[in-house]
């Protein structure tokens, strides 16, 4: 009865409502076009290049464009600056296609960079489940075979698949190292003259074979004793198989927050005495991982990188060779999160005696020259209210550091990256691209030479080859061309800015409307929302119909919009690319979003533009996105009134343990139960549907079903859309794109106009 009260209620309402709010609903075939607008679209542009690939020589790089069709590879040569394929499309699209198993279109391959072999006759790129090798001689294609044992989010072990225990030999050729009956081995490299080396391996604590790492005199190793996590798996029923009648059951090793991880020793072997020392972990209690060890050059001394359960703290460890004793090369603690995805760390010289460390212990993320024996810091090199991005070469000859930055140009979008030069000591900072737009950059083999690609939203590509050391242009390379685009219709979003909750933070997005826009009528919003810690992600970037960095595509933003309404996007607070501050937002904190951000945003459209209708606002996104999504309809239902919720995950104790506690921390607190949409279903008001696939591998589909099973104990009404066989992308780049897309699209329809 409650449906059928809302219907009518919906039909009086919008009989009295004024003709410049009330519009024609969709006929199907709008619909249709909507659904359709990516596919129609996509092969409009012409030399839209990204991103470059030098050669192993460095005398050309590559990049892929597009053309009529689809994508080519094209290579350029540095010195003559001639243009060629970079292969033979036809060739290598019937070797892979005959390699997979399955139809591959020539100018449609299913990989969008590649890296060349050091003989420049093989490739090697992801596509698909795995990655490929293909010859440019023969035209043979394989996939590249991982050995070693998987690792679920990178800390538990699967211990069903055997490790990579083939004999690991030692820089002389003397030697190999192995492991047998858990315990490490070393014997002469014909096999002969077997000597276990430790006595302490079992079951339960075992050496691992692939942490095996040998000094380079090879006189010592280093391995790490494992003690194994939980091996927590995650069931998921295949309703409808493919090649069966009855249903069938997958498994997936899928540790979540506060589960017990791999636990790792170092252990330090001196080869020639057999002598063993256990490395003290009082400078790394309470792992939540350890990079592999790696040894300086100089052999004297054996480093690896700590991050601490919980992300409060990051470190580099340096072991001494002879004695064993550690001591803390450098040091990043934070009464937050160290953001252990975008560290990084450069250590200089045979020894490690400095090392160029990002810190964001002053408020933003910036470059400082470490003294690696004490871990005191000898100097910034980079300072200011602006953000290192990415570091693209360190020349430890010239001691000068090539990066990326944002938020340094005055006036400009502060998410836009441009490229510099600096010192180690911090002087002699160079702009190397001056464009007010985004960069992407990539150096050549020896650092002379920059190509550089830059765009904007509004700005089709724009690719330049660069002078490394000041910047200068030394050649066009491609310019995009979006007539065919233009002339169908494409126009580029709209860029608004408006403060954020504290009234003095700008909060950057974007604005589509239709392609038939009256300002004199009123239009329901909708916000695509990604809300994730771990990046920003309102399209900085020219090409509108997908991006690697997240989020949804301007043209399906643009699909949305011809059906009646003006679709945003924004990046609130919360999210990553701008100060520690802004970031912080998000600790503890998912159930945040960036809401008050976004609210006060949408507020400020609409008092400068009447056409922007703020009582008729819908949100929809995938995964975070999914969990943002139901957030709105439950802390936010007197703004935001309908919701389509993608693949989410709704109560982050049901979630991947890597993401989950990068964010709200180790152990498991009141702020994951803050944010379950589980536990506060009951306050949900406003329209919503819940998308998922049945067979999601990143979030565990169960977390989707319990929020169905808490809203229908609290008596809600929502709409549900399972797809069996579905993965983690169902409805945004794979699985049934137009079933699900016509779905939403009908459901904004029906709830906003």
């Not at 020539?106 to 795995?130: E, K, N, S």
């Not at 050549?444 to 910047?471: E, H, I, K, M």
């Not at 008050?596 to 922007?612: G, N, Q, T, V």
Request: glycine share 8%; aromatic share 10%; hydrophobic share 40%.
């Amino acid at each position: 009865m409650r449906g059928l009260q809302r219907l009518l209620l919906a039909a009086a309402m919008a009989a009295a409502l004024p003709a410049s709010i009330v519009r024609a609903e969709p006929t199907a075939e709008q619909v249709r076009q909507s659904v359709n607008l990516r596919e129609d679209w996509q092969y409009l542009t012409r030399e839209i290049a990204w991103p470059a690939v030098w050669t192993p020589d460095g005398g050309a790089f590559t990049y892929r464009k597009t053309v009529a069709g689809g994508f080519a590879f094209e290579t350029f040569d540095a010195a003559t600056r001639a243009k060629a394929p970079a292969f033979d499309h036809q060739r290598l699209a019937a070797a892979l296609a005959l390699a997979m198993g399955q139809d591959v279109a020539a100018l449609r391959l299913p990989f969008d960079q590649f890296a060349y072999g050091d003989d420049q006759l093989t490739i090697a790129f992801t596509a698909g489940d795995g990655r490929w090798q293909c010859s440019l001689a023969e035209y043979l294609c394989a996939p590249q075979n991982r050995a070693g044992r998987p690792r679920a989010f990178g800390v538990v072990r699967d211990l069903s698949v055997p490790a990579d225990n083939h004999p690991r030999r030692s820089p002389d050729g003397r030697l190999e190292a192995l492991v047998e009956g858990d315990n490490l081995v070393v014997r002469q490299a014909d096999g002969s003259a077997p000597v276990q080396l430790s006595q302490d391996g079992s079951t339960g604590e075992f050496y691992d074979p692939e942490t095996i790492a040998w000094s380079p005199d090879s006189r010592h190793l280093m391995i790490y004793r494992v003690r194994p996590g939980f091996p927590r798996q995650v069931l998921r029923v295949v309703a409808a198989p493919e090649d069966q009648l009855q249903p069938a059951l997958n498994t997936q090793l899928y540790p979540k927050p506060s589960d017990p991880v791999d636990l790792e020793q170092p252990v330090l072997f001196d080869v020639t005495t057999g002598r063993q020392i256990d490395i003290d972990p009082a400078l790394f209690p309470n792992p939540y991982s350890l990079s592999p060890p790696r040894w300086r050059p100089d052999g004297n001394s054996v480093a690896f990188d700590y991050v601490q359960r919980g992300f409060g703290q990051a470190r580099i460890i340096a072991v001494d060779a002879q004695t064993g004793r550690a001591h803390a090369a450098v040091t990043e603690d934070t009464d937050t999160f160290v953001y252990a995805d975008r560290r990084f760390a450069h250590e200089v010289g045979p020894a490690g005696a400095e090392i160029v460390w990002a810190s964001e212990r002053d408020g933003w993320n910036h470059l400082y020259l470490i003294d690696g024996r004490t871990g005191r810091v000898k100097n910034r090199i980079t300072r200011g209210d602006w953000v290192v991005r990415d570091v693209l070469r360190v020349d430890e000859d010239k001691r000068q550091i090539w990066f990326a930055a944002s938020g340094m140009n005055e006036g400009e979008d502060p998410y836009f990256r441009h490229y510099y030069r600096v010192d180690f000591d911090g002087r002699n900072l160079v702009a190397l691209t001056p464009e007010p737009a985004d960069h992407f950059a990539t150096l050549s083999p020896d650092g002379t030479r920059l190509v550089d690609t830059y765009s904007r939203p509004d700005l089709p590509n724009v690719a330049v080859l660069r002078d490394a050391a000041d910047g200068t242009a030394i050649a066009p390379v491609t310019q995009g061309d979006i007539t065919q685009l233009t002339a169908a219709g494409f126009r580029p979003p709209e860029v608004f800015t408006a403060k954020g909750r504290d009234g003095q933070t700008d909060i950057w997005g974007l604005v589509v409307r239709p392609r038939d826009y009256d300002p004199a009528r009123r239009y329901p919003v909708i916000e695509n929302i990604y809300a994730g810690p771990h990046d920003s992600f309102v399209p900085k970037q020219f090409w509108p119909f997908g991006y690697h960095s997240g989020g949804d595509k301007v043209i399906g933003m643009q699909a949305l919009a011809d059906l009646g309404f003006i679709v945003v996007q924004i990046d609130g607070m919360g999210t990553a690319n701008r100060s520690k501050a802004f970031h912080d937002v998000a600790w503890h904190n998912l159930k945040d979003s960036g809401f008050p951000d976004r609210i006060a945003w949408h507020r400020a459209l609409a008092a400068r533009d009447p056409s922007y209708d703020i009582e008729r606002v819908g949100i929809y996104g995938a995964s975070a996105g999914g969990q943002s999504t139901l957030n709105a309809l439950l802390f936010h239902n007197d703004f935001y009134k309908a919701g389509v919720a993608y693949a989410g995950c709704y109560d982050n104790r049901m979630d991947k343990i890597s993401w989950n506690e990068q964010w709200l921390g180790w152990p498991v607190n009141d702020s994951y139960a803050a944010a379950s949409g589980v536990d506060n279903a009951p306050l949900l008001q406003g329209d919503l549907l819940l998308i998922v696939g049945e067979q999601d591998s990143n979030v565990d589909p169960a977390s989707t079903m319990q929020v169905v099973d808490a809203l229908i104990r609290a008596d809600k009404d929502f709409d549900l859309l399972v797809v069996p066989g579905g993965e983690h992308s169902v409805g945004r780049s794979s699985g049934p794109i137009d079933y699900v897309t016509r779905r939403q699209f009908e459901f904004f329809v029906r709830a906003l106009q």
